[in-house]
């Protein structure tokens, strides 16, 4: 910790520990655990990792390999790129945090276009600005919506729960088969039939789209609330702290 410089590590079956360092990381494990802490530019992990996690970032976050047990994000000032062969996802900033292990994803304050593609996982995302496009199956989706832009959303064998301000303007497109749709906004018309429901509109005057397509679940449109901004980082640590190991995950 506390050092000028890029740093690039390879381990295998240990901890890693980087904090306060003012330059790049870059990580590649077989079957290690990492935390990386207040870096100044890009973070990279790659391989067969066990825990990761990574707060207050600069630069870029490009995560790329096999994560057995937790990923863990918080505060990342530019983009983030992760991808398994399971889960593929990429957004613009996150101010908030990200969580995900292998059968949640649960994301705050998070600036798109986000893109994101993954499979038996219930997706919590409280809070996401811009551009959404997700994909996923055997699970639930629930997204709150900060700003609008447009959202297309894709789900198999699992229900979506959409909440956007009171206020917002978007125009809807939702369909569904073996499952229901309802709404807090009485402007849209809803179907729902025994086999397939649908609903359309326009929500104060329109504006980005909103398409919103199931299987085997239901949808709901509801009026919320925008999410309040994070609590500002902790103070920088200073050079004469002693890093911890990660800790042990307990999924």
Same mark, same amino acid.
């Given at each position: 910790m506390g050092?000028?410089?890029n740093a690039d590590v390879e381990s295998h079956n240990g901890d890693i520990s980087i904090t306060d360092l003012n330059g790049s990381v870059?990580?590649?494990?077989?079957?290690?655990?990492?935390?990386?802490?207040?870096?100044?530019? *890009? @973070?990279?992990?790659?391989? !067969?990792?066990?825990?990761?996690?990574? /707060? *207050? @970032?600069?630069g870029i976050v !490009?995560?790329?390999?096999?994560?057995? /047990?937790? @990923?863990?994000?918080?505060?990342?000032?530019?983009?983030?790129?992760?991808k398994t062969s399971r889960t593929d996802m990429e957004f613009t900033k996150l101010d908030g945090n990200l969580n995900l292990d292998s059968g949640d994803l649960e994301a705050n304050s998070l600036s798109g276009p986000l893109r994101l593609r993954t499979r038996s996982k219930d997706i919590t995302i409280n809070g996401v600005s811009g551009d959404v496009r997700l994909q996923n199956e055997n699970g639930a989706v629930e997204i709150h919506v900060n700003k609008m832009g447009n959202m297309e959303i894709t789900n198999n064998k699992g229900d979506i729960r959409m909440f956007v301000p009171q206020k917002a303007a978007f125009q809807l497109e939702a369909q569904t088969r073996d499952g229901e749709i309802q709404t807090d906004f009485d402007s849209l018309k809803v179907q729902n039939g025994d086999d397939r429901s649908s609903a359309t509109g326009s929500v104060n005057g329109g504006g980005p789209r909103m398409s919103l397509s199931n299987e085997h679940g239901n949808i709901e449109i509801r009026s919320g609330v925008p999410m309040p901004?994070?609590?500002?980082?902790?103070?920088?640590?200073?050079?004469?702290d002693i890093p911890q190991p990660p800790e042990a995950s307990e999924n």
């Open positions: 050092r000028d410089g870059t990580l590649n494990l077989d079957h290690s655990s990492a935390r990386v802490a207040q870096v100044s530019s *890009d @973070v990279t992990v790659q391989g !067969r990792a066990n825990d990761v996690s990574l /707060e *207050d @970032v600069k !490009r995560l790329d390999g096999d994560f057995m /047990e937790s @990923v863990k994000l918080s505060r990342v000032a530019k983009a983030v790129n992760f901004p994070p609590p500002p980082s902790v103070p920088k640590i200073s050079h004469g």
